[in-house]
């Protein structure tokens, strides 16, 4: 599988890029991002690209790809609705259509969070937006798209979160997330299970397009 992945330099993203770099099934990994990932890879080629809501300047560089892992996200955490909706809805959606038009036989993989609001009506801001980024991204012509809703994820293989408090809780609480990943999946998972589950339903599909932290851990 030929991989595009956004969003690598991100806690999520580094986890699902060592999975990519590591499987022997993935024959290329094309990160697109603001900042340079910092690794080297026979198999890793880097885009660095600053407007997120238009990639016609990039668009000739991202055909013949098997599957995208959109994990490119911000905590919605001292953000208006207006720009965490801009971040959330307008990136992804800006990505994702451009995908989708140039090859529509690519899977679709994003990560969103538990508790998403397919409702799109609900009461919390972050879950609403996530919501309809997620129902948009299903309406469209993808071979197949598929919503991740991890919990927690406990960063693994030195990994860390690139926003500042989610790092030091995940420091702080590193023995307790060891144990909850065990003997609670539904409310927690890791880098190496997202990342693996991610590449799982790209090459074999899955019978549902939502998948909360239990799906991810089983898989
Ligand atoms: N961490 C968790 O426990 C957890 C749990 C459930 C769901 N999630 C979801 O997973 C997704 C990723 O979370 P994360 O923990 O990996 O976040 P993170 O460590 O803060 O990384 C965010 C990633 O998004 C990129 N990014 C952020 N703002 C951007 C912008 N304006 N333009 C371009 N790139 C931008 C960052 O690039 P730079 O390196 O250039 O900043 C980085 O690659 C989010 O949607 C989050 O809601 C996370």
């Given at each position: 599988?030929?991989?595009?992945?956004?969003?690598?330099?991100?806690?999520?993203?580094q986890g699902?890029l060592?999975?990519?770099l590591?499987?022997?099934?993935?024959?290329?990994v094309l990160?697109?991002g603001?900042?340079?990932?910092?690794q080297?890879h026979?198999?890793?080629h880097?885009?660095?690209?600053?407007?997120?809501t238009?990639?016609?300047?990039?668009e000739?560089?991202?055909?013949?790809?098997d599957?995208?892992?959109?994990?490119?996200?911000v905590?919605?955490?001292?953000?208006?609705?207006?720009?965490?909706?801009?971040?959330?809805?307008d990136?992804t959606?800006?990505?994702a259509t451009t995908?989708a038009?140039?090859?529509?036989?690519m899977v679709?993989?994003?990560v969103?969070?538990?508790?998403?609001?397919s409702t799109?009506?609900g009461?919390v801001m972050?879950?609403r937006?996530?919501?309809?980024t997620?129902?948009d991204?299903?309406?469209?012509?993808?071979?197949?798209?598929?919503?991740?809703?991890?919990?927690?994820?406990?960063?693994?293989?030195g990994i860390?979160?690139?926003?500042?408090?989610?790092q030091?809780?995940?420091v702080?609480?590193a023995p307790?997330?060891?144990?909850?990943?065990r003997?609670?999946?539904k409310?927690m998972?890791t880098?190496?299970?997202?990342g693996?589950?991610m590449?799982?339903?790209?090459?074999d599909?899955?019978?549902?397009?939502?998948l909360e932290?239990?799906?991810i851990?089983r898989?």
């Open positions: 599988m030929r991989v595009i992945l956004f969003g690598a330099t991100g806690m999520v993203g699902v060592r999975e990519c590591l499987d022997s099934g993935i024959e290329s990160a697109v603001r900042s340079p990932t910092g080297q026979v198999k890793l880097e885009i660095l690209h600053d407007n997120f238009d990639y016609s300047a990039i000739s560089q991202l055909t013949g790809y599957a995208c892992f959109f994990c490119l996200g905590s919605s955490v001292g953000m208006s609705e207006e720009r965490y909706r801009h971040l959330t809805y990136v959606l800006a990505a995908l038009r140039l090859d529509p036989q679709f993989v994003y969103t969070g538990r508790g998403t609001d799109e009506r009461r972050w879950a937006v996530k919501g309809k997620e129902n991204l299903l309406k469209l012509p993808f071979k197949a798209a598929y919503m991740f809703r991890p919990a927690g994820i406990q960063p693994l293989h860390r979160s690139k926003t500042t408090w989610v030091a809780i995940y702080g609480a307790l997330l060891s144990l909850l990943t003997v609670a999946p409310y998972t880098t190496e299970q997202v693996r589950a590449i799982k339903v790209a090459r599909g899955y019978p549902r397009p939502v932290s239990e799906d851990n898989l």
